[in-house]
């Protein structure tokens, strides 16, 4: 499946044209990918086992939470815990934000968002969107809004991002 994406992105990124059709389409498919994988990263089992001992009330969890995590990571999980949403539901939304900061980076700051998409899904997609939930999550909204804000001039904006994004 893995060889199959990369063939698709290769394609994609060589007939890259200006219509955002081909860049959603490959985008699209390393999202599918995303939410139908189980038992794929490192960690998938130990996060399954992480949110299973998550409190489904933000206050208790917020004041008593069991496990070292992230207090923000520890929230949100928490949030869809409440929502009664299982775990292969909660990857998928974790997995849809970081592809979401990936692809909106590629597409704001790339000649050829494509081929960005497909060097992403070789060098990093599957540490960062499969393994490393927590650091691909900040990674992604960090590099956005670093290119973002720093193109702008916009240091304060920028540093209240980082600091929001360590917890």
């Keep these: 499946m893995f060889y199959l994406i990369f063939i698709l992105g290769l394609i994609c ?10 860049f ?7 999202a599918i990918l995303a939410y139908l994988r189980y038992g794929i990263g490192a960690d998938f089992f130990a996060y399954q086992y992480l949110y299973s001992r998550l409190s489904d009330s ?3 969890e917020l004041y008593y939470g069991l496990d070292n995590q992230e207090l923000g990571f520890r929230l949100i999980g ?16 974790i997995a849809s934000i970081n592809l979401f900061f990936v692809f909106k980076t590629c597409k704001n700051f ?8 497909l060097l992403y ?19 992604s909204i960090g590099i956005y ?13 920028f540093t209240s991002i980082i600091i929001l994004l360590s917890f």
């Excluded at 959603?24 to 390393?30: C, E, M, R, T």
């Design 24 to 30: 959603i389409f490959f985008s699209s498919a390393l």
């Design 110 to 117: 790339s000649k050829n968002p494509t081929l960005s998409m």
């Design 145 to 157: 809004y670093l290119l973002k804000y720093i193109n702008n001039r916009k240091i304060i904006k």
């Design 58 to 60: 933000l206050i208790t």
């Design 121 to 139: 899904f070789c060098f990093y997609y599957l540490v960062w969107t499969f393994s490393g939930l927590r650091q691909g999550l900040t990674l």
């Design 78 to 93: 928490s949030f869809f815990k409440s929502l009664n949403v299982p775990y292969q539901g909660y990857i998928s939304i």
């Design 13 to 22: 990124s060589v007939i890259n044209d200006k219509r955002k059709i081909i």
